[in-house]
């Protein structure tokens, strides 16, 4: 047994977000909160996932596991409740698997920059690298440390995203357990079966980056046939870190699909 440490907010029908790979659910409730700030008769639930912010890794070995102790946290902490569920990422790549291991409890399902139809970056189909747009002053509030990582994934260069990178993203990355995660990711992070095993016809959104070169958009689009009920989006100016890059776009889409899930539950 895995317990996920986890952040919580607001009252209502259930929200799971569910961060990336090495941050925390900081990640998350830095894109989602604002979101939600003027949407009340939410309850959302952030987990760190295990071996990652203040979540233990012990006895996780794989993606199967770490899968197995979401699963376990849903059961847990949400009692057989429907509930709404985002995933960034590799979150997004988990959380394609639940959403179709339980399409009669999970009310709609958002994917943000989501690990596609290929699970091994080797075998993903990836965009060139680009800068779409350089503020000289973007890395000026950063600590030196933070400054490669920070120029590695940011598409967009401005010292707003450098300081939600810093909070959001940074933040997690320090904390986390290298040693679970190196566990896992030498079993390549595959889960055993893979996610899509039928259809989902729920709400769904699913935000890609057009710069993204972590997990790219190609391989995403290749589900579309499993999702009939999302919105897929390509977004320019937008890396892996598409939330902190395009925030009005992000807010305005994740809302779009809160009110089709609240147009769906209301009959």
């Not at 961060?19 to 830095?30: A, C, E, Q």
């Amino acid at each position: 047994m895995t317990t996920l440490h986890y952040a919580e907010h607001g009252e209502g029908v259930p929200v799971l977000a569910i961060h990336g790979w090495t941050p925390d659910h900081r990640l998350m409730t830095g894109c989602l909160e604002p979101v939600f700030a003027d949407r009340p008769g939410y309850r959302r639930l952030y987990p760190d996932l295990p071996g990652m912010g203040a979540s233990p890794g012990d006895g996780v070995g794989s993606s199967d596991d770490v899968l197995a102790a979401v699963e376990e946290f849903i059961d847990t902490r949400l009692s057989g409740e429907s509930f709404l569920l985002v995933g960034e990422s590799y979150g997004g790549y988990l959380s394609r698997a639940i959403a179709h291991r339980r399409p009669e409890q999970v009310l709609g399902l958002a994917l943000i920059c989501p690990v596609g139809i290929e699970a091994v970056r080797e075998r993903r189909t990836l965009p060139d690298r680009r800068v779409v747009r350089e503020d000289p002053a973007a890395t000026a509030g950063l600590d030196q440390r933070d400054v490669a990582d920070y120029l590695d994934m940011a598409v967009v260069r401005t010292p707003e995203t450098a300081r939600r990178f810093r909070d959001e993203i940074v933040s997690g990355l320090r904390v986390a357990d290298l040693r679970t995660l190196a566990r896992v990711a030498a079993r390549g992070w595959e889960l055993t079966t893979r996610p899509e095993t039928g259809v989902f016809d729920r709400p769904s959104v699913v935000l890609t980056g057009r710069q993204d070169h972590v997990t790219g958009y190609a391989d995403v689009y290749r589900l579309l046939e499993h999702y009939p009920r999302a919105t897929f989006a390509i977004l320019d100016a937008a890396g892996h870190n598409l939330q902190i890059e395009q925030p009005d776009l992000f807010g305005r889409l994740i809302g779009d699909w809160l009110d089709r899930v609240e147009g769906e539950t209301a009959h």
